[in-house]
């Protein structure tokens, strides 16, 4: 699964530049939920249960990756490009310029 690699490089980015500020915790949790939702759902994840599990798994292990991102600097338009992110990789390349 590539949410292990997308999920470590998101939490940690520290960005500079225009309309940016310091992630909040919640700001954080909303990186880290999209991005396992959407990993689950291209890793073809679909019963709910399942997903469950996979996703308290995943919050369990990426706990030290959100204490980390708090205070980074994100985009103020990052709510609006998770949103609208339909695939992980969208995320990093566009949620974070």
Do not use: K
């Amino acid at each position: 699964m590539h949410a292990v690699r997308w999920i470590s490089l998101l939490l940690l980015l520290a960005a500079t530049g225009c309309n940016r500020h310091p992630a909040s915790a919640g700001e954080c949790e909303a990186i880290l939920n999209r991005l396992i939702e959407l990993e689950l759902s291209e890793s073809g994840y679909r019963d709910p249960v399942v997903r469950a599990r996979w996703q308290q798994d995943l919050v369990r292990r990426f706990a030290p990756e959100l204490d980390r991102c708090r205070g980074r600097e994100v985009p103020s338009s990052l709510r609006a490009c998770l949103t609208g992110a339909h695939h992980s990789e969208e995320i990093a390349h566009h949620c974070f310029d």
